[in-house]
Nanobody, 122 residues
Framework: QVQLVESGGGLVQAGGSLRLSCAAS????????RGWFRQAPGKEREFVAA????????YYTDSVKGRFTISRDNANNTVYLQMNSLKAEDTALYLC???????????????WGQGTQVTVSS
């Protein structure tokens, strides 16, 4: 079964940092775009960041530019999201996903993890 598993979430104070990880069960994900989305209660799922299969291209939603960094290690089928200067509005369930092409739409992603909770206290 194709599986994505996130980890690294937790409680952090505003201004702090967390690094999220998403491990994939299959090596074939080396050739997928990998993305991070987040969803807070009562809000729509929103795009956060994505990275091309070779890691050469990265994309971020405006609200996290300069604070978050997405990276990947294809040898370990793992994508990371380094989150710095966290704000209360970053609080959400963070989900990783995989797609054949770049997209900022969750509809384009074929595989999803279960999510890891990030809570930022203000």
């Amino acid at each position: 079964q194709v599986q994505l598993v996130e980890s690294g979430g937790g409680l952090v104070q505003a201004g702090g940092s967390l690094r999220l990880s998403c491990a994939a069960s299959e090596r074939t994900f080396s050739f997928y775009y990998r993305g991070w989305f987040r969803q807070a209660p009562g809000k729509e799922r929103e795009f956060v960041a994505a990275i091309s299969w070779d890691g050469a291209n990265t994309y971020y939603t405006d609200s996290v530019k300069g604070r978050f960094t997405i990276s990947r290690d294809n040898a370990n089928n793992t994508v990371y999201l380094q989150m710095n200067s966290l704000k209360a509005e970053d609080t959400a369930l963070y989900l990783c996903a995989a797609a054949r092409r770049y997209s900022d739409s969750d509809r384009s992603y074929d595989y999803w993890g279960q999510g890891t909770q990030v809570t930022v206290s203000s």
